[in-house]
């Protein structure tokens, strides 16, 4: 299968960029850390127990967008 | 009567300007920044095109921090301006980071792409967090979060376009910095009117029709409600505003780019951050 690459052959997502993500993920939490203290399962929860699967469709949707988005951007960010 | 900090701002603001964590994060700030200078980093536009992620940090780091228990100790830093710093330092410390590893390498076209990743990175965990803790997770917060950075772009599409036909060099030569500034502004300007017409308590598509139907059909263009022309008008004031900028910044960025991208950078930031924070507080909640 084909890779996605940009203008000048390289692959769009490298193992550095993942790996740059991967960091960044976390650094956010970290950053969130204080506010998390056993809240989010309860959160998650709910949001499962209140028709999860609308908002899991609109979550697969969006994160679609966002590849597809991600794709054209590091390639342009590569040029 | 005495001038102080808190008749520019407001007692509540000053408070938090003069609060020791503020001042802490903001001097370890302004330390990165004459580090991060002393360097003398390239800023190229796709430089200032890979700061979006982390401008997308600042707003949803600032509300997080004001809707959730964050420890006394660092609430200054992650509520308010603070969090904008605290951003802004987690961004220069990457960038720094970045520069170094390039060090001795070619000269490598991968630092905007880590610079974009790792942002993306932050950005994801800390919106996330946000939507979880202030049970905002529905389908239509996610419809809103996705449909106006989609209606911004295409609003910035038309207005470079026509950019493009009447200042074409300026449209070429900043590239995607220019669209990122009418894209910015777009983002602030279509997330601000919405916010205020969906308050009103119709979807703003609905009261849009509405009030033109009725406007049109009963008093005709001057019979608009204020609230739909201040929208607009909104919209193309801001809209007018940024390309304004391009064309003023576009010779000052020939003769120095480096300076003039980050110029372009910050007003684009400007847009993003105040688009993001419309868009967030309409969704979590004023």
């Not at chain 1, 000048?8 to 939490?29: M, N, T, Y």
Request: hydrophobic residues 60%.
């Amino acid at each position: 299968m084909p890779r996605a690459t940009t203008a000048g052959g390289s692959s769009a997502f490298g193992p550095k960029s993942v790996a740059a993500f991967v960091l960044g993920i976390g650094v956010g939490l970290v950053l969130v850390a204080p506010a998390l203290p056993s809240t989010v399962g309860p959160a998650l929860a709910d949001v499962v127990d209140s028709g999860g699967s609308v908002i899991l469709v609109g979550v697969v949707a969006l994160t679609v967008l966002m590849v597809l988005l991600a794709v054209l951007y590091q390639g342009y960010l590569r040029t | 009567m005495t001038l102080g900090l808190s008749t520019f701002v407001g007692p509540a603001v000053a408070r938090s300007l003069l609060a020791p964590g503020f001042l802490a994060i903001a001097g370890i700030a302004a330390v990165a920044t004459l580090i991060l200078y002393a360097e003398h980093p390239r800023v190229s536009r796709q430089v200032v095109v890979s700061m979006v992620p982390w401008m997308v940090v600042g707003p949803a780091l600032a509300l997080l921090g004001a809707r959730t228990g964050y420890p006394t100790a660092i609430r200054p830093a992650v509520t308010g301006v603070g969090a904008y710093v605290t951003t802004y330092l987690l961004a220069c410390l990457t960038w720094f980071v970045l520069l170094q590893l390039a060090r001795g390498s070619r000269p490598s076209g991968g630092l905007p792409v880590y610079l974009a990743s790792m942002g993306a990175g932050v950005a994801t965990v800390v919106v996330g967090t946000l939507l979880v803790r202030t049970g905002s997770l529905s389908s239509v917060n996610l419809f809103w979060l996705a449909i106006a950075p989609i209606a911004a772009a295409a609003v910035a599409g038309i207005v470079l376009l026509l950019l493009g036909l009447w200042y074409t060099e300026a449209a070429a030569y900043t590239g995607m910095v220019g669209g990122l500034v009418v894209f910015g502004h777009a983002l602030a300007a279509i997330g601000t009117a919405v916010a205020v017409v969906a308050h009103a308590g119709q979807t703003p598509l609905s009261l849009a029709v509405l009030n033109l139907l009725t406007a049109v059909g009963a008093a005709g263009m001057v019979g608009l409600p204020r609230q739909l022309l201040w929208a607009w008008g909104f919209v193309w004031i801001r809209l007018l505003l940024a390309t304004l900028a391009i064309v003023l910044l576009t010779a000052y960025t020939r003769r120095h780019p480096n300076r003039g991208y980050l110029l372009l950078g910050f007003v684009a930031a400007v847009g993003v951050v105040g688009g993001v924070w419309s868009l967030l507080v309409m969704v979590v909640g004023p």
